[in-house]
């Protein structure tokens, strides 16, 4: 297959508008690994302060500014780390092992909407 464009890199997720790689997770929601999961997660990009809502709905994944008042848990983390997790150069696990990113409320929940990805 040809591909015309580059193999992401840190650098060039880095580049984009810091959301965008959030956006992203709509389209890889996987309907099956999902089905049963309805859970609302913040994400913050602690480096920039900056917040998005990540809503499961069975099946379905939602990326939005809007952060609601009440969420399962937070991810707080810098985002170097998140462009690596985007590029599996680290997991969500590693980076919370290693103290690279923080989880406020449900680890578990987390855990389980990153998990409804393919």
Do not use: C
């Amino acid at each position: 297959a040809i591909s015309f464009l580059a193999d992401p890199t840190t650098a060039t997720v880095l580049a984009t508008l810091p959301g965008t790689y959030l956006k992203f997770l709509e389209a890889q929601i996987d309907p099956e690994k999902s089905k049963e999961l309805e859970s609302i997660v913040q994400i913050t990009f602690a480096d920039l302060n900056q917040s998005w809502a990540l809503h499961i709905r069975r099946g379905v994944a939602e990326v939005t500014e809007a952060v609601p008042d009440q969420v399962d848990a937070t991810l707080s983390l810098p985002r170097l780390v998140w462009a690596q997790m985007v590029l599996n150069e680290t997991t969500l696990e590693e980076a919370i092992a290693f103290g690279e990113a923080t989880v406020e409320g449900s680890a578990k929940t987390l855990s389980a909407v990153f998990n409804a990805f393919a």
